[in-house]
T-cell receptor, first 117, second 118 residues
């Protein structure tokens, strides 16, 4: 079974600084997707960034980028120029790319990010 | 608003009562998922639908839980004889599977229904 581990329950960053959130996963599959979701205090999950395992290039979305290390099964999220609105719970998630799979997400336990003004 | 909506947002019930939650997915999405999230944890998969067919249920989904998606649009999740351990946030998500043998991409989540069983 696939598992996702986020070893940092809490992180904090100074506004305008850079922070990196860690995520490791365990799978025997070769094709899959990885995601970072943000869950602000209002609790609605919002997709931050997606990475396809077959792509070697790391995904980027504006101030958000990932460091995907497939051999190490590591998928970290870097937030540059942190803003107060980035404060939230961040969840790393895994989804199989197998055909005819239910494609349910496997989530880590989350990292609570605090942004200090 | 074309996002995923859930109703109610909060529900407080006494142990032993039945509760029902509703999820309205993004209109063109054919897949609908239910997850449960307890405090300090990430969401855990409960069940999912492809159109109106319920295709998989997690072992977390006890016999007291039942889900329907009668016309392939909205879905309901019912919990019978609620227990204190059922207290959690129940999240609904939807996605688009692009045809037989095609995987769906990211899931879009609703705001959740927070259930408190007293």
């Amino acid at each position: 079974a696939q598992t996702v581990t986020q070893s940092q329950p809490e992180m904090s960053v100074q506004e305008a600084e850079t922070v990196t959130l860690s995520c490791t996963y365990d799978t025997s599959e070769s094709d899959y997707y990885l995601f970072w979701y943000k869950q602000p205090p209002s609790r609605q999950m919002i997709l931050v960034i997606r990475q396809e395992a077959y792509k070697q290039q790391n995904a980027t979305e504006n101030r958000f980028s990932v460091n995907f290390q497939k051999a190490a099964k590591s998928f970290s999220l870097k937030i540059s120029d942190s803003q107060l609105g980035d404060a939230a719970m961040y969840f790393c998630a895994y989804r199989s790319a197998r055909l005819y799979d239910n494609n349910d997400m496997r989530f880590g336990a989350g990292t609570r990010l605090t942004v200090k003004p | 608003d074309t996002g995923v909506s859930q109703d109610p947002r909060h529900k407080i019930t006494k142990r032993g009562q039945n509760v029902t939650f509703r999820c309205d997915p993004i209109s063109e999405h054919n897949r609908l998922y239910w997850y449960r999230q307890t405090l300090g944890q990430g969401p855990e998969f409960l069940t999912y639908f492809q159109n109106e067919a319920q295709l998989e249920k997690s072992r977390l989904l006890s016999d007291r839980f039942s889900a329907e998606r009668p016309k392939g649009s909205f879905s309901t999740l019912e919990i019978q004889r609620t227990e204190q351990g059922d207290s959690a946030m129940y999240l609904c998500a939807s996605s688009l599977a692009l045809g037989p043998g095609r995987t769906a991409y990211e899931q879009y989540f609703g705001p959740g229904t927070r259930l408190t069983v007293t």
